[in-house]
């Protein structure tokens, strides 16, 4: 067997194969990720996972014609003929002027989103956060009997990407998180009740308060009383509307707005929600779950202001959609691995913080609506803005909890909702994924009832 080229040196050669091949530019792009998990159901261990993967992308730019290939066959024959498979792709592609690979170099820039050693825990560490999750959620409430699953994990990865244009840099991250899906019983009823959070340091994990959230997902569901069709102000928790925020960040991508299949197409400068929103990207941040020094293209990632105080700022960019906004690229061509070409996507995403007591935005209220789940995100038209969406909630009198509902339609209009989001609470969250969020009072919304 062959000796272990090293990930540097394997970028080398994959940059002295574009060379010998006479295109006119090329891109390595290299990861090297490895990961564990821990899976445990009611208290037992039921499953240990490792895995691992290491392989090349490479794109090739020769007469504005861009080809792609990967491989995990990172000898030196298994190099030279992923570049070469490349080259035959670009032979077959339709010339596009916008094309281009990055070739500003990098700045050296610390995020702190590794941590050394995290790899090295043993697994019984990440076994004890599992159980400590279940039985944090068990002490939460003793209707808390079962668990679907639990699960403890980590991840840790290294990226290095290299142009022919001059382009070269690297970083390392790490990940770990934990999960459960509780299962609360009353009488013959059964609900369950799913929360995660993830840190990029094993120490940061709260496994009692993982716990404490799934159980309390769970037991709210049970006793659900009958709802009638009606108008009502709602109430979003950080996490709910973490939800929102996600559904609505295909709407910021430059190439969604080019294509047409964006509500915000032709409107930066122009009000898109209500001043109190406030929405960013900021990939620069400090241990951010989504933080990176460069973004799948080799382009400095940035901080982005998208809303200002409910005026379009901007979009999220590629170097192509950059290019033909005739805009600076704001680094945000992700890449999921080695094997998937970039497509543009948000990084640390998040509402920022408002100035209103979260608590008070729901005392003040006599009647409202707080969403504990809404289903079928995607089917909201991107376009219109049109929504209609199965929903699940706890209605509230005078700001307290009166009872659960199920099976209810919340519809309305995103250019409604956005601007109907009059209280922004000052508990900013950040959850799995890098989507954060304070609390939200949207002042009303149609509500179909179950």
Known sequence: MSE?????AVVERGLDALGASGVGAGEVFLKEARSGSVEIKDGAVENVIARGERGIGVRILDAQRLGFAHSSDLSEEG??????QAKR???VTEPDADLGLATRPLDDVDLDIFQRGLEDRAVGEFADVA???EAAARQADPRVTHFRKTTASHAVASTIIATTTGVRATYRESYTGAMTSAIATEGGERQIGYHGEAARRFGELDPARIGRRAAERATDKLGPKPFKTQKLPIVLDPWMAMDLLRAIAPLFSADNVLKGRSLFAGKVGQRVANEKVTI???????QGLRSAPFDGEGVATTTRTLVEAGVLRGYLTSLKTARKMKVEPTGNARRGGYGSPSRI???NYFMAAGTDDAAALTNALDRALAITSL???HTIDPVSGEFSLGATGNYLERGARAFPVQGITV???LTHLLNAIVGVGTDLVFGPGGLGSPTLLISELSIGGA
């Open 79 to 84: 190099i030279v003929a992923c570049v070469e």
């Open 280 to 286: 960013v990207d900021d990939a620069r941040r400090p």
């Open 411 to 413: 519809a309305g209009n």
């Open 375 to 377: 289903l079928n995100l």
């Open 89 to 91: 792709m670009s032979g």
């Open 4 to 8: 272990r080229m090293s990930n540097e």
């Open 131 to 133: 159980l400590a999750v």
């Open 345 to 347: 996507g948000p990084s």
